[in-house]
């Protein structure tokens, strides 16, 4: 009776660790459904940091933004060709060959004769350079280039969202593990229960109901834990391919210190100076006012269309002049050419209101990520507040059960209350871990929103 009474008391510390259980833990087996592959090069047990660097490595998401990213940066190459000289060289070698006679052509019939052939040959090169275009080429860089900084925003943001989800399945994972070590020890405790009654019923000191109320916890218990064990192979295949590897890699979410401190490491700014640090840092708002300057360089491109160009253009050359393609003479011209547009069928003017239209919805959605930022933080703020908060009051939560568990054990002992209370007593202490749990990797998921509504990632070694 002694032992029974310390194993109700033991405090039913969260041991996030695969559990070594058949899948599922009790009915029909279920070959292969739970077994895991090792990954090439992938360790089995990783922090968070490495987990991170992982994904940054093997997410095929990753991967797509990079190739995003990359096709922002090359229009600017391309707008600045228009500022550079045009160069090209040309080389010639004709050969003219005329019939004979009084026609050009020969007489339906005969093989003609060929006569008057001259050859001509030549070499030339040819400079052509753009003086002035009312500025289209200039705005075209600006707006490739704003265009640029907005997709490099852009993949910054899309690789604080993958550490981000890393997070959330890594903390997933401790999570799901904790439970289900909580559930395979409430199993135990209630068959350790469930066992004593068994015995005081072949004593005479316990009834059939008894056993039965006995019995109910445990059936309860068995329930849970073959559900959990589904939660946390669900868990376990999330975050490994949010690391970009197969859902059947054997890798998992290592448990230190750090993830099971009860108070939080993450200081907790006002929500005006959280919501400024936000709009300083995220790179996604930046991404909106840079496509929103991109807008405004397009309006004046597409404006620029009803100006006046001049273009300047030299050439250099040597060319035969005789019929047998000798006797070189070396010849050469400089010009100017003002191209002034006079009706283009109203096309610039559609091109621009089209353009003027496209810069009022990039107005708008910048004011739309603003938005986005504002609420973000405002959420993760109270998120975080609400999540440290609520861990405290799950630690006084166990120890308020853990008191009453106490007290009915002694009252139990001596007699003076029934199993159904003692069992009462079970199930209050079983949810006050439970919830513990919860709070505590709750906690850890707050935390790293908090830091995703901000963009304070550190991710710049990636």
């Known amino acids: 009776m002694h032992a029974l009474f310390m194993l109700l008391a033991l405090q039913l510390a969260p041991t996030p660790a695969p559990t070594q259980l058949p899948y599922p ?218 690391l970009g590897l197969n859902p059947d890699a054997l890798v998992g979410p290592q448990n230190g210190p750090a993830d099971t401190q009860t108070s939080s490491a993450v200081a907790i700014l006002p929500y005006s100076q959280a919501v400024t640090r936000a709009l300083a840092l995220r790179p996604d708002y930046h991404a909106a006012q840079e496509s929103s300057l991109a807008a405004q360089y397009n309006v004046q491109v597409q404006r620029s269309g009803l100006l006046p160009s001049l273009t300047g253009s030299a050439s250099y050359g040597t060319n035969s002049t005789n019929a047998a393609g000798s006797n070189f003479q070396p010849s050469s011209s400089v010009g100017l050419t003002l191209n002034v547009p006079v009706f283009d069928q109203g096309l610039t003017r559609a091109n621009t209101r089209i353009a003027q239209a496209q810069l009022d919805l990039a107005n708008a959605q910048t004011d739309q990520s603003r938005l986005t930022v504002e609420t973000d933080v405002r959420q993760a703020v109270v998120g975080l507040v609400s999540a440290q908060a609520a861990v405290e009051q799950a630690q006084a939560e166990l120890a308020k059960a853990q008191e009453i568990l106490r007290a009915t054990q002694a009252q139990y002992r001596a007699g003076v209350t029934t199993l159904p209370l003692l069992l009462n007593a079970q199930v209050g202490l079983t949810t006050a871990e439970t919830d513990q749990v919860n709070a505590l990797y709750g906690l850890r998921q707050a935390e790293q929103t908090y830091i995703y509504a901000l963009g304070e990632s550190d991710l710049r070694s990636y």
């Open 25 to 242: 833990a009790y009915g029909t087996p279920a070959p292969g459904a739970a077994q895991q592959q090792p990954a090439p090069g992938v360790p089995q047990q990783v922090s968070l940091s490495q987990a991170i660097a992982i994904a940054v490595a093997k997410s095929p998401v990753l991967a797509a933004a990079r190739a995003n990213r990359e096709l922002t940066q090359i229009p600017v190459e391309a707008a600045r060709t228009a500022i550079f000289p045009n160069i090209s060289g040309t080389g010639t070698l004709t050969q003219t060959n005329r019939y004979g006679g009084s026609t050009a052509t020969p007489p339906p019939g005969s093989t003609g004769t060929f006569g008057n052939s001259t050859v001509s040959k030549g070499l030339n090169a040819t400079l052509r350079q753009l003086i002035y275009d009312g500025g289209r080429v200039i705005a075209q860089i600006h707006q490739a280039r704003a265009s640029a900084v907005a997709g490099a925003d852009t993949y910054e943001r899309n690789l604080e969202t993958l550490a981000f989800n890393v997070a959330q399945a890594y903390y997933g994972v401790l999570q799901a593990r904790a439970t289900t070590q909580l559930d395979v020890q409430v199993v135990n405790q209630n068959v350790v229960q469930e066992n004593l009654v068994r015995a005081q019923l072949a004593a005479g000191t316990a009834s059939r109901v008894d056993l039965a109320t006995a019995q109910l916890p445990t059936a309860q218990a068995r329930v849970a834990l073959v559900r959990q064990q589904g939660v946390q192979l669900a868990a376990e295949a999330t975050f490994a391919a949010t």
